[in-house]
């Protein structure tokens, strides 16, 4: 028995490789097993290749990275495109397409043997039992249900599920086809017993979704009235969700003609005193630049998510990375912060984005939220949210006595002030780009400047104090810490664990608010390190960067960073663990 | 350290006058003004009530001062209260007008008035919503978005003060600028056709175009008033004439002399065609007043939006049960 596996299938576009990947999800989660899918596409609209990455366990799941428990290939060659996300071991299990014509023992795989190898006349079974080859995914379900487990019902209920819409010939097609899959596994037994253990929690109704969904629907919990967008692959979700949602709740969404008119409208949304947001990525992000600082010098709350992916420019649109965060922290000119958020993974993108809501409404600013490819497409098993504990915050309204003598940008001790909004009477002020004194009149003082400046970044103090926006785990006094942010945090979640297993101290520090940077919160962190990692998705290590700017960095912690698209894995950070834990001894002996 | 809290400039209101303003009838929802060109029974409020003290940077003598004035006088005239009035800019001389009227206004940046505009209005379609700008603004580094304001047909009424130079940045070549025309930045003559404003907004469908000129001040504040009482987007061109960079030809004294009245010569404003026959003749003729005005205007973005809301309004389930569309059975 196993309390985890990890699954990588890939195939041409069209042969169902990621519906396959979504019905196994589907099962293990009404079974009660947590799991995590990534897919991965070629940058082609349609055809080209596609994979799927599942990690189905008994407890909450980290990261879907990892050794590959089982790989399948319906082609090699598209197999093989996936080569650097889906890298076969000597423990995977290799199933194949036997009409690709390649022996068992030939397998066009580099300097490794996997522990077992199946040809399985995939297309011959799905058109013998389904009449179709477009049921080749549903046989490869079987054939995963009959080697590893997952109840049969469930994985039946899953493909229900996700093919209702095709009819009742369809459906009973893919139960045939699903049926001579798990003959064909139960035929030919593996050796060895992989097969998923009964999951620790019960069956309680988990959810089951990605990142850009939860981040829609946060966003109407939120109170969001107000979307505008333009399409932009990985975050175009968001956008499609909250279209079907928002209208319901007396709320507006605009397709705009470009990423400038996007987050203008969202300005001007804002202005008319509505909670809006707009969702884009790192192109998008550096339209809105101009907008971002006009809304800070405005004090206009707005919620932007960015959903982050290889750049620059078009860069790798379909792969994750984490190299915005430069863009984020310091976009658009003069002097102004914007506060930065990341979630760490699907369920944690719901109280972030609530959050961005809240931070906006608060400190009337723009918030951003950094998201990444991962974490908005990956499908994830979420514990039960209990949304009414969740605590929403509005803009600070001016109070009748206010409105008679109204200043809108008012020196508060603060710097926040009392914000009015068009149809208020008494609260009538001009809002501009330009520099203004406490009523919203121009001015060139610059006095004046440097007072509105000093408000602008005083309203941030609290933020250096919330502690409950970063995540602390292991040894508070270990000389081993590991810094890491996003989908990424997962990874060096799952390093820390497995180290601390094996008798290591060491802790890890996961910030959820990157910008303005915390720094009592480092600076408590690092007091007893002498050696890390920043483990992060970037070229230059943006976070390790950033940090530095405001932080002592002890010197021998230095970033684990690797451009996109090049999976960071547990077992590499736990090496590096290792390689810490022996030189920190080395030395002390 | 000196007290954060003190403010270090004397607080005046900005509208002295607003507490003493009649106000919308209380217990009644506020109503998009109608469609019709009649005036309200009762003159609610005079041009005066929409002046800020606020003094304009304008040169002395420059062409904005009369559309400031128009504005305000239709905007008596329509009788909204200022607060119930978004009046929306982007960059340039012009822009800056919104800060000498007493409604709500928001200078923004550069080219970007209408993605703004539009999110004001589509956030409350309540609010009466003015933009307002230049031709660099309007048809240069805002071009872009006239066309899809224009498509979807958002209620507001755009103004762009055309004076075929940029005068903030002291004189440079304009979208407007004639071809030939001597700038600092056209030493030896622009090389470029202007863009036709009026062309341009007929051409991308808008229902409501007209042009005027602070030369003929109440013409323009009526045009303007008509803009703003019609129900869907309205564009008004206004020749206004930069004094310290414009040529002599353009000066209102000079325009005065050449202004035709549409109506004058019995143009009939809901022929499409005729419209578009006159604006072509812009560079050559100016002609005042209405040259198009739909007679039958589709509906508005706004309308079709309170369509769409009121008819999916059962479909809600409460925001805190949103989460419940994740669970794999439900």
Not at chain 1, 268 to 273: D, L, N, Q, R, V
Request: glycine share 10%; with cysteine; aromatic share 8%.
């Amino acid at each position: 028995m196993s309390e985890n596996l990890i699954i990588g299938i890939a195939g041409a576009g069209g042969d169902g490789v990621v519906s396959a990947g979504e019905s196994l999800l589907t099962a293990a989660a009404l079974e009660g097993y947590h799991g995590i899918m990534t897919k991965s596409f070629g940058s082609q609209i349609r055809g080209g290749e596609a994979s799927c990455r599942l990690r189905l366990a008994t407890r909450p799941v980290l990261t879907p990275n990892g050794p590959l428990d089982v790989a399948v290939a319906l082609n090699w060659e598209d197999f093989k495109r996936f080569g650097w996300e889906l890298p076969v071991e000597p423990a995977t299990i290799m199933i194949y397409e036997s009409n690709t014509g390649v022996a068992p023992d030939k397998l066009p795989l580099e300097g490794v043997t996997p522990a077992a190898v199946f040809s399985v006349p995939i297309t011959e079974m799905a058109v013998k039992h389904a009449g179709t080859d477009k049921a080749k995914n549903i046989v490869v379900i079987g054939l995963l249900a009959g080697w590893f487990g997952i109840g049969c019902e469930s994985m039946l209920e899953g493909i229900r599920k996700k093919f209702a819409k095709k009819g009742a010939e369809v459906a009973e097609g893919n139960a045939r086809a699903f049926q001579a899959g798990l003959e064909f596994a139960q035929a030919h037994p593996l050796a060895m017993d992989r097969k998923l253990a009964v999951p620790q929690t019960g069956r309680e109704a988990k959810l089951l979704t990605d990142g850009n969904d939860m981040c829609a629907a946060a966003a109407i919990f939120a109170g969001c009235s107000f979307f505008a967008g333009y399409p932009i692959t990985p975050s175009t979700e968001i956008m499609q969700f909250l279209d079907r949602e928002i209208w319901k709740y007396g709320g507006t969404l605009l397709q705009a003609e470009d990423e400038i008119a996007s987050i203008g409208a969202v300005v001007g949304a804002s202005f008319a005193g509505k909670k809006a947001m707009t969702a884009t990525s790192g192109p998008g992000m550096s339209l809105m630049t101009e907008m971002f600082g006009l809304a800070s010098i405005a004090e206009l709350p707005l919620v932007c998510v960015d959903v982050q992916r290889g750049g620059p420019s078009t860069g790798m649109p379909t792969k994750a990375e984490q190299s915005d965060l430069f863009q984020a922290a310091f976009s658009a000119h003069g002097d102004a912060l914007r506060p930065v958020l990341a979630p760490t993974s699907v369920g944690d993108m719901f109280g972030v984005t609530v959050e961005a809501f809240n931070l906006a409404e608060y400190y009337q600013t723009p918030v951003i939220v950094l998201s990444d490819q991962e974490i908005s497409q990956r499908k994830e098993t979420v514990e039960p949210i209990r949304t009414t504990t969740f605590k929403l915050v509005e803009r600070r309204r001016p109070t009748e006595a206010e409105l008679t003598d109204y200043a809108r940008f008012k020196l508060t001790e603060s710097g926040i002030s009392p914000i009015s909004h068009p149809g208020m009477p008494g609260g009538n002020y001009l809002a501009a780009g330009i520099e203004h004194n406490e009523l919203g009149r121009p001015t060139a003082s610059g006095e004046l400047h440097t007072r509105m400046n000093e408000k602008r970044f005083r309203k941030f103090a609290p933020l250096q104090s919330r502690r409950d926006l970063f995540e602390m785990e292991g040894d508070a006094d270990a000389l081993i810490g590991l810094v890491s942010w996003g989908s990424v945090a997962g990874v060096a979640r799952e390093a820390l664990r497995l180290a601390r297993a094996e008798g290591l101290r060491a802790k890890l520090l996961v910030p959820k608010l990157l910008y303005p940077v915390a720094e009592p919160v480092y600076q408590d962190f690092f007091a007893s390190v002498k050696r890390g990692l920043f483990v992060e998705q970037s070229y230059q290590g943006q976070l390790y960067r950033l940090v530095r700017m405001f932080v002592e960095v002890p010197a021998l912690v230095q970033p684990l960073a690797k451009s996109g698209s090049n999976p960071i894995r547990p077992a590499e950070v736990l090496e590096r663990l290792r390689e810490m834990a022996a030189a920190l001894q080395h030395n002390h002996a | 350290m000196t007290n954060l809290a003190a403010p270090i400039i004397p607080i005046t209101p900005i509208i002295p006058t607003t507490p003493s303003l009649p106000s919308a009838p209380t217990g009644q929802p506020l109503m998009t003004p109608p469609a019709t060109l009649e005036p309200l029974p009762v003159a609610a409020f005079q041009a005066g009530n929409f002046k800020s003290d606020l003094k304009p940077i304008w040169c002395p003598g420059c062409g904005d001062f009369g559309v400031v004035t128009a504005i305000t006088r239709a905007l008596a005239a329509v009788g909204r209260p200022p607060h119930e009035i978004a009046f929306i800019s982007g960059i340039g001389c012009s822009s800056r007008i919104p800060g000498y009227t007493t409604a709500y206004g928001f200078n923004t940046v550069h080219g970007r008035s209408l993605p703004i505009a539009q999110g004001i209005k589509l956030a409350n379609p309540e609010l009466l919503v003015l933009v307002a700008g230049g031709d660099g603004d309007g048809f240069s580094i805002g071009g872009g978005h006239v066309a899809h304001v224009i498509r979807r047909n958002i209620d507001l009424t755009y103004i762009v003060m055309d004076n075929q130079i940029y005068g903030l940045t002291k004189g440079q070549l304009s979208p407007t600028s004639p071809r030939g025309r001597k700038t600092v930045t056209s030493t030896f003559g622009s090389l470029e056709d202007p863009v036709n404003p009026l062309l341009y907004v007929l051409g991308y469908g808008a229902s409501f175009v007209a042009q005027g000129s602070p030369a003929d001040m109440p013409g323009l504040g009526r045009i303007i008033e008509q803009a703003i009482r019609f129900p869907g987007f309205a564009f008004v061109n206004v020749q206004s004439p930069c004094v310290t960079y414009g040529e002599a030809e353009q000066q209102l004294k000079a325009q005065k002399a050449r202004i035709v009245s549409l109506e004058s010569i019995g143009h009939d404003p809901a022929d499409w065609a005729s419209a578009a026959e006159r604006a072509r003749e812009q560079a050559t003729k100016f002609y005042t007043g209405i040259f198009y005005r739909n007679p039958n205007p589709p509906p508005t973005y706004g309308q079709a939006v309170s369509q769409r809301q009121q008819s999916l309004q059962n479909q809600a389930v409460p925001r805190h049960d949103i989460l419940n569309c994740f669970v794999p059975n439900h």
